[in-house]
């Protein structure tokens, strides 16, 4: 289990798809906190600690890259994976803003679920680095 106990935010309106990603992520451990909109995220992310967040984009009222642009200054620690259908060339524009990971939806969540394991191994690697 690649999550135990981390506690991640997933941006997503399960209306929009077939994949029932928080019951994918609470198999690996994770404590999911689900929101289905830009709007609720940013009041989660600002009362609420997060190790990983997951925007399965496009999300209503504000879209995924609005809210990476508002993340390097407010979270900079937080490792944010866009998990879309879009376009390669958003893949550019999402690193430059500082997204952890641009994985494309499937319907086999192995590569998303290896993307979370990374952000978790990494984040563990740079605190004991601080301590």
Do not use: N
Request: hydrophobic residues 45%; negative net charge.
């Amino acid at each position: 289990m690649i999550g135990y106990g981390k506690r991640l935010l997933l941006i997503h309106d399960p209306e929009t798809t077939q994949l029932p990603l928080d019951a994918i992520l609470e198999q690996e451990g994770f404590v999911v906190v689900q929101v289905p909109d830009g709007v609720q995220a940013l009041c989660e992310m600002q009362f609420h600690h997060f190790d990983a967040i997951i925007i399965d984009s496009p999300i209503p009222d504000l879209h995924g890259l609005d809210l990476l642009k508002q993340s390097p200054t407010t979270w900079p620690e937080r490792p944010i994976i866009l998990f879309t259908e879009v376009a390669w060339d958003t893949y550019d524009v999402a690193q430059a803003l500082g997204a952890f990971a641009w994985v494309r939806k499937s319907s086999d969540p192995s590569i998303l679920l290896g993307m979370l394991s990374l952000a978790m191994i990494q984040r563990v690697e740079r605190e004991s680095v601080r301590a």
